[in-house]
């Protein structure tokens, strides 16, 4: 079933949190492990506009139904880092935007190229590139709710479990329709396929890895996706992946958490404070 752009314009809204007990963390903390997941969550959902910024110098932002989904997707990605940034204030941990752009200057040259890479690969590619973002964007959304799920899961308090739930819902929606836009433009041209997987099992890495220390992405990808549960979800992202035209048997999940080092089997979760 095609995804009604106009449905999802509509009914848009942002995160819901302010019935949830946050007060409740005054006396039930999060530990040291989970706070830095989530901090990196945060800071990754709050580093939505970047991503946004550099795509609308591509063909992508010239489709109606795709400039009119990045708007709410970017604007309900922004309440997911402020849902979850009011999590980290019951804990002390105030962000501030003066330290996400630090963060984005940090990356220096690298940040201020890329809307240009981007622009120049989108012409030469043409609407084909359109096929590769949307992939990649179900990847990224893929592995999200995951990791908002994983975390509910190994979660002993049922605040923030409900939470992140809530966020996986939201991101629900995200995936439908950037599988619904992929499926159908590579399913519609080889050269996009093979355009696609190239960048996917070339280039594609956990989301966050291009913005936070390799010390983070590690810290995540071992406190979520470790042992033999979290393996288990990585296989499920990559098995959603590689349902896709031309994408048959594509691994990019497990060979990301391979390269990082992170355990394949044992407990599922790892003490890494």
């Known amino acids: 079933m095609a995804f009604d ?12 949190w302010g019935d949830l007990d946050l007060e409740s ?23 939505t506009v970047c ?11 010239r489709d109606p139904d795709v400039s009119a989904f990045m708007t709410m997707w970017n604007r309900e990605e922004f309440w997911h ?49 359109i096929a590769t973002h949307m992939a990649w964007g179900a990847a990224n959304e ?10 509910a899961e190994l979660e002993e308090n049922p605040v923030l479990a409900e939470l992140l739930r809530r ?19 590579l399913a519609a041209s080889t050269k996009a396929q093979k355009l696609t ?10 989301v966050g890895s291009t913005i936070m220390e390799r010390d983070d992405v590690v810290h995540v990808m071992t406190h979520l996706m470790s042992g033999d549960a979290g393996r288990d979800a990585a296989r499920k992202v990559d098995r959603s992946i590689a349902s896709l035209p031309g994408l048959e048997d594509l691994r990019i999940v497990e060979d990301a958490l391979d390269g990082l ?13």
């Open 51 to 61: 991503y946004t910024r550099d795509l609308l110098t591509t063909p992508s932002h």
């Open 197 to 206: 997987r190239f960048a996917l099992k070339r280039f594609w890495a956990p």
């Open 142 to 151: 893929w592995s999200a709710i995951t990791a908002y799920n994983r975390m």
């Open 81 to 129: 880092g402020e849902a979850l940034a009011a999590v980290l204030h019951m804990h002390g941990v105030t962000v501030q935007y003066d330290e996400l752009k630090a963060k984005r200057l940090k990356l220096g040259w690298k940040d201020r190229l890329d809307p240009i890479k981007q622009s120049v690969l989108g012409t030469l590619v043409g609407s084909d590139f």
């Open 261 to 273: 080092g992170i355990a394949a089997d044992g407990d599922d979760r790892v003490s890494i404070r």
């Open 5 to 16: 752009i106009d449905k999802y314009t509509a009914t848009s809204v942002a995160v819901h």
């Open 167 to 185: 966020i996986a819902k939201q991101e629900a929606r995200h995936v439908a329709f950037y599988t619904s836009q992929a499926r159908a433009r």
């Open 25 to 47: 963390f005054r006396e039930h903390p999060l530990d040291d492990t989970s706070l830095r997941t989530l901090r990196y969550m945060t800071d990754v959902e709050y580093h």
